[in-house]
């Protein structure tokens, strides 16, 4: 572990580890037996050798990252880790286990949960005892360090974990989030003596199994943790900043949050959500005002991209007015629809009629105030309340009379009336847009649940029905909606209505696809690329829609939550009302009410947290550690790494980054994916991911699990396969690496790509992000959709070949979330494609439900799609980025280019699509692999899934390597074999890129003499594609000497027209990656130019 | 919504009696287009006119204001023009012509002795704001408000009933295939619109259709004059639908046989129809139960 930690180059962990470990045997064993069963592996392995790493490490990542520490997020995450090292302790490798474990299952659920406020301990246990317990280890342990960072990544949920286990991956190599946590036992191992590696690798096997459980349980929090961790990373290496958010309350009260800078708006809503006790949250969301201008926070972009002011005030609102809301489960959120519908009421914005007012006015009474009390309260006492914009006197004996008439009605049956009474309003969830008509005339465009309406002045004049409407677009700041045909019709009509200017036009747009999405599909839909073939942002709703959130809403057991009602007097007044004791404002306890209860709800809820989370944790990722961080990001449309540029935005479509200490990210991300798909994450909790962990781990250990990584795809680099004699198999292809890490990596690797595919721009940008850390977040890949179309008019290859080396903590962010912005520029949405998608979509829900049969059809598919295995075996996480990509775009050139990027790792991802086919056959021998890389899979398939229904569906997972390698080889490729050529159907996104990491544990930590050779910890390889860019990163970690040495290599393909500007995208990249990876430095740029150029020279 | 109620739950009519004067105004327009023939009879008009308000007070059971008729204001008897109810409020309207805006006066204060709302109309718009709106362009469906643009009403009207009756959706419509919306469909149930077969009503209903948030059931009936119908939910729970007899409209009558459990009124009113009128021109209908 310590020689893990130490090269992890997280301080942070290393020390957390070492106090961890202590601590973590009881942990462990009052977690899970999965917990245990790592820390018994890691005590065999080597426990004495691992402490003593520990302590090594944590001396050396002192020493090497004292500057880190110094910095506020730094010195955070070595307290943090320590804990986790001492419960570790124990079992050494349990340290990284139990960070990833927590970070996986654990911070999921808590960071829904406790996260936001107290360590990770706490939230831990609601989430999962497991993670609770290792939460709170390292934070007792840390408290005073890592405390806040702790709090955050276990506010994120699997955050925590993430770094923790980026710590571990970099120390192993292991991309794959699952594997990380093994990975890190496997560096100590190998930094404490070879023999252990072996054991090592069991260890991470059952790493990789309990996290895969972890995953499971933790899908929808990964996401979140994901983010957080990637946050945390970069923090650690930098420092962390905190921001001190404040957001208002339906009930008018201030929730004053310090979030991370780099937070994504997910966490801010799920702590407010977990104040609130709220578990229904889909119906809800985070705005904040631009220039005068209301808008949405992005959960799965950060918050400082978002909000241009810089004091972050944000305000809890509805944003999907549920038609009928006594079809919510639970009456606190009917009561905060009330307090927003109030609130709307009031302002104006919800017209009502003198009757209406006061009839609901009276509701609002009976609510706060129970039983009209003719003796004690008079009229005076209501002109306290605002019922109206301007209500009066007879308004208020209106009122009081209505009131009377409510006796013994409670306060849950008054909000039921009041809501029942204010649906019907014709202006009930309508949201009102300034624009004008093709004529110039001054109209509003109300977006609700049924469609579009058109007003002019208080008339509607039109009405589009979701049904009706072919296409949503918008170009600067004309918004477009095509509308189908109707029966007499015989062509399709396009309406363009001019906004103010481009950004209420995107505004309008995006609100138009989160409404479609929400009310109108079962399932969101995937931004995949194919859709993208126009030019467009690829933003989509990446949250539940309303029939997933109701379907989760049923899950919701637990006892109805006490919340207190504030008065409505504060709304505009003063508390003369005293008499009221609702007056005081509950706003506080209702927050605080129900801890514990959150935790289920949070999970529901959490889901599509998780998802948007996803794309942090990739980002996360990145930060993690500074060693050396290799970016290879392969052509996004060719492999995943590549970051392509089109036209005027650089789209990011699949990021695969091998990040060492990326391997977290990878793993987060692959969380994320995981989380990304609720159902799926549900499904996958159902079956055992730690299982496949555990397989990993076997399969790591044994022949088989190096034949798997061989058919995978890619043979990890020689040196990966060293330190695993295993995995020297796995050299063959990635499933070496993949043994060693493969389950763990795999696992990532599908977390990956889940959330590549459940977000589809997003995803895509998350797994950048991740490999760069925080700002690649998948907002990218938004962009990317229009792009999309533009590439495959040119497409200019450019890969961008950034060697980071970086001793020690340095994290090397890569941010990719620039690609994101550019989505502004357009934007497309096909609500058809989406109902097509919806049904994908239904169809992924079952897949998600039966992965194991998702993964049958998936080696199926595989043989169709070779590309999966290359990814997985490659470095490989661009492999399987590329995998998927490679269906989009160009998925064999993006390989190819990975393999350049990594040197020790080998090219020999390179694995084409012919590899993966290889992969299927050995997986069949090891079913039980197949299972564990389902299970893994699972997430991603959700995920994918969810991007991309359709296409998944007819794409073939590929498992190989039962329990013992690790390997996990899951390709989605796309069915499609036309979206393949140039860009993959969004749908065709959904194919997973396998990651391969190859971690190889060498003394190397020890051994100062190894330059390179050092001991290899970890090996990743994250692909992400975008329809754009592709984004490849390898992040190898090695041990040299005491010093742990992570470098990154970033692949960016970049996909674009003639038009765009490659060299001011690559330069974009640079920057980026420097952002995201602060503290580490560019050694080498390779730039290869496709198309155009073969290559160009390296540094 | 607190005044929102299944359509046809009315309490009150109120009507106003056929003047000396009926059909003297409009005689040049209407005599030469509907009948070729000048001559009006009054006695007939009056004679259906008590038929229809016997019809609705002792067979639906309405409590029935009659206003006395006007010989100043011969097109008093339309009185559903002057005013636009809902709920508890009563939208006064300013009609189109000049002449019948003094209609307004009686009403005005018949609506005053209900305890309805008064909303004046005139009075937002200062009168001369040119907006214009008659109750004959207005079809209310207990949900929403259609109100059809035509040569009576237009979008300042329109503007000033959709702020008057903020709880609902208000839709304009453009008015095909007749001269007022009313003219060409009504309710024939709390989820029924009676509607003509005509090219012009099916256009104006597809308008509807796509406005609408909610669905409706369609009633189509061959003849133009059989889509005025006057449709009430008694307070025994029976629905009536007063609807144009056999003789006028010989081919919809089948059609209003396919409403079950309704009680079929044929109400004549082929007077009116020369004027344009029909049968809800002559009434207004109120619910002055409290519904909460």
């Keep these: ?1099 | 919504m607190a005044s929102v109620l299944p359509y046809g739950r009315f309490t009150h009519a109120v009507v106003r009696g056929i003047p000396e004067t009926f059909g003297k105004v409009e005689d040049e327009k209407n005599n030469k287009v509907e009948n070729g023939e000048t001559t009006m009879d009054l006695a007939k008009a009056q004679r259906q006119f008590g038929v229809l308000t016997g019809a609705l007070r002792q067979k639906v059971g309405l409590q029935l204001i009659e206003i006395p008729a006007d010989p100043e204001l011969p097109e008093s008897w339309r009185i559903e023009d002057v005013a636009v109810i809902q709920g508890d409020t009563a939208l006064i309207t300013r009609p189109f012509k000049q002449q019948r805006r003094s209609e307004t006066e009686a009403v005005r204060r018949v609506m005053s002795e209900l305890n309805l709302t008064v909303v004046e109309m005139g009075a937002e718009e200062g009168g001369s704001a040119g907006a214009t709106l008659e109750g004959s362009d207005v079809l209310f469906t207990g949900r929403e408000f259609f109100v059809g643009i035509s040569s009576h009403t237009n979008y300042r009207g329109a503007e000033v009933l959709a702020d008057t009756f903020r709880d609902f959706a208000v839709s304009t419509v453009p008015v095909c295939g007749g001269a007022r919306l009313k003219n060409i469909c009504s309710m024939g149930g709390p989820d029924t619109i009676i509607i003509s077969n005509s090219d012009g009503a099916k256009k104006t209903l597809r308008m509807m259709e796509q406005l609408t948030d909610h669905h409706y059931e369609v009633l189509t009936v061959p003849e133009g004059a059989a889509a005025n119908c006057v449709y009430v939910r008694g307070p025994s729970k029976v629905d009536y639908l007063l609807h144009p007899p056999t003789e006028e409209c010989p081919e919809s009558f089948p059609a209003f046989q396919k409403l079950t459990d309704y009680t079929l009124l044929p109400t004549a009113c082929s007077e009116a129809s020369k004027l344009g009128g029909s049968l809800t021109s002559f009434c207004l209908l109120i619910n002055r139960k409290t519904y909460y």
């Design chain 1, 1 to 1099: 572990m310590t020689t893990e930690v130490g090269s992890e180059t997280e301080v942070k962990k290393e020390p957390e580890k070492a106090e961890e470990q202590p601590a973590e045997p009881e942990r462990s064993a009052i977690n899970q037996t999965d917990e245990v069963k790592v820390v018994e592996a890691a005590e065999q392995s080597n426990e004495s050798p691992a402490l003593a790493t520990d302590s090594a490490e944590a001396k050396e990542n002192q020493e090497a990252q004292p500057a880190d520490n110094a910095t506020g997020p730094e010195g955070e995450e070595p307290p943090a880790s320590p804990p986790a090292s001492e419960k570790k302790g124990i079992s050494r490798f349990l340290p990284p286990w139990l960070k990833r474990q927590k970070s996986q299952s654990v911070v999921g659920p808590k960071e829904s949960q406790v996260t936001p406020k107290e360590e990770g301990g706490v939230v831990l246990v609601n989430g999962e005892g497991e993670k609770a317990e290792q939460a709170k280890a390292e934070q007792t342990s840390s408290t005073t360090t890592a405390e806040p960072q702790v709090e955050e990544e276990q506010v994120n949920g699997e955050a925590e974990p993430e770094q923790k286990e980026e710590v571990n991956s970099e120390e192993h190599a292991e991309n794959h989030s699952t594997g990380s946590a093994e990975t890190q036992p496997a560096k100590e191992e190998k930094a404490s003596e070879k023999s252990q590696e072996k054991s090592a690798a069991e260890e991470e096997k059952k790493e990789t199994e309990e996290g895969g459980e972890k995953k499971d349980q933790e899908e929808s929090l990964k996401p979140e943790g994901g983010r957080y961790f990637i946050k945390s990373p970069l923090k650690l290496t930098k420092k962390v900043k905190m921001v001190m958010c404040h957001v208002i309350m339906l009930d008018g009260s201030q929730f004053p949050c310090e979030v991370e800078k780099r937070a994504k708006g997910q966490y801010l809503f799920f702590k407010v959500c977990e104040a609130l006790n709220l578990l229904e949250k889909d119906y809800f969301g985070l705005s904040y005002k631009n220039a005068d201008q209301m808008c949405w926070l992005d959960p799965t972009k950060e918050i400082k991209r978002q909000i241009c002011n810089p004091s972050w005030q944000l305000a809890f609102n509805v944003k999907f007015y549920p038609p009928d809301p006594s079809q919510l489960t639970e009456d606190i959120t009917r009561y905060l629809l009330c307090l927003q519908l109030r609130q709307d009421i009031v302002s104006g914005r919800l017209p009502c009629s003198f009757v209406t007012h006061s009839l609901l006015g009276s509701y609002s009474l009976q609510a706060e105030l129970g039983d009209h009390d003719p003796d004690e309260q008079r009229l005076d006492y209501i002109s306290d309340f605002q019922f109206a914009p301007s209500q009066t006197k007879e308004m208020e004996e209106k009122v009081v009379e209505l009131h009377k008439t409510h006796r013994g009605m409670t306060p849950a049956q008054a909000d039921t009336q009041f809501l029942e009474n204010a649906k019907k309003l014709s202006m009930y969830g309508v949201d009102l847009h300034h624009a004008k008509d093709s004529e110039g005339v001054d109209i509003m465009l109300g977006v609700c649940a049924n469609g579009l309406l058109i007003y002019k002045d208080r008339l509607r004049i039109n009405r589009f029905a979701w049904p009706k409407i072919l296409k949503i677009s918008y170009k600067r700041s004309n918004f477009y909606i095509k509308i189908r045909p109707g029966e007499t019709e015989q062509f399709e009509s396009t309406v363009g209505f001019k906004l103010p200017n481009h950004r209420s036009a995107k505004r309008v747009w995006k609100v138009c696809v989160e409404n479609h999405t929400f009310f109108r599909l079962m399932t969101q839909e995937a931004p995949t690329k194919a859709k993208f073939l126009t030019l467009g942002s690829k933003f989509r709703y990446s949250g539940r829609t309303q029939a997933q959130t109701r379907q989760a809403s049923t899950l919701i057991d637990r006892p109805a939550p006490y919340f207190e009602r504030t008065s409505s007097k504060r709304i505009s007044r003063s508390l003369d009302g005293a008499p009221v004791i609702n007056m005081i404002e509950a706003q506080d306890s209702a927050p605080t009410s129900v801890g514990n209860g959150r935790e289920p709800g949070l999970e529901l809820s959490s889901d599509s947290s998780k998802v948007e989370e996803e794309p942090s944790e990739r980002a996360a990722a990145t930060p993690t550690e500074g060693t050396e961080m290799k970016r290879d990001e392969p052509d996004s449309s060719q492999q995943s790494g590549k970051l392509r540029v089109q036209g005027e935005n650089i789209y990011v479509r699949h990021s695969n980054l091998m990040l060492e200490d990326l391997d977290k990210t990878q793993e987060d991300v692959l969380k994320h994916q995981a989380s990304t798909s609720e159902l799926k994450r549900s499904f996958m909790e159902a079956t055992p991911e730690p299982r496949p962990s555990q397989w990993e781990k076997r399969l790591t250990a044994s022949p088989a699990t190096s034949l798997r990584q061989q058919a995978q795809g890619r043979s990890p680099p020689p040196t990966t396969q060293e330190p695993l004699s295993d995995l020297t198999v796995d050299t063959v292809s990635k499933s070496s690496d993949d043994k060693q890490k493969s389950d763990e990596t795999t696992l990532q690797a599908a977390e990956v790509e889940i959330e590549e595919t459940v977000v589809v721009e997003k995803i895509r940008v998350a797994p950048k992000g991740s490999v760069t850390i925080t700002t690649p977040e998948v907002v990218v890949t938004p962009v990317a959709v229009e792009t999309e179309v533009e590439k495959p008019e040119e497409e200019v290859i450019e890969e961008v070949i950034e060697e980071v080396k970086e001793e020690q903590k340095r994290p090397v962010s890569v941010s990719s979330d620039s690609h994101s912005e550019s989505e502004e520029e357009a934007g497309e949405y096909h609500p058809q494609v989406t109902v097509s998608t919806s049904v994908e979509q239904i169809k992924e829900e079952p897949e998600e439900e039966e992965k194991e049969e998702v993964d049958n059809h998936e080696e199926p598919e595989q043989v169709s799609e070779p590309e999966p295995l290359p990814e997985v075996e490659v470095e490989t996480m661009p492999s399987p980025a590329v995998v998927e990509e490679t269906p989009m775009a160009e998925p064999e050139t993006a390989l190819v280019v990975d393999a350049p990027a990594e040197e020790e790792r080998t090219e020999d991802i390179l694995v084409t699509p012919e590899e993966a086919p290889n992969g299927h056959a050995e997986d069949q021998p090891g079913l039980v692999a197949v299972e564990e890389e389902e299970e893994e899979e699972e997430p991603r398939v959700n995920g994918d899934a969810s991007h991309a229904e359709t296409e998944r569906i007819p794409q073939v997972i590929c498992c190989s390597e039962p329990p013992v390698v690790k390997t996990e080889m899951v390709t989605i490729s796309d069915t499609f074999a036309a979206q393949k050529t140039e860009i993959a159907t969004k749908e065709v996104p959904i194919v997973h890129t396998e990651t391969k990491t190859i971690t190889y544990e060498a003394a190397q930590l020890d051994g100062s003499g190894d330059g390179e050779p050092g001991i290899l910890m970890t090996a990743q390889t994250i692909t992400s594609e975008s329809l754009c860019t592709t984004t490849t990163t390898h992040i190898t970690k090695t041990l040299k000497g005491g010093l742990s040495e992570t470098r990154i290599e970033k692949r960016i393909v970049i996909t674009g027209d003639s038009d765009i500007d490659h060299d001011q995208a690559l330069a974009q990249a640079i920057k980026e990656a420097k952002e995201q990876h602060p503290d580490m430095s560019v050694t080498r740029v390779v730039v290869h130019k496709e198309t155009e150029l073969a290559e160009e020279g390296e540094d």
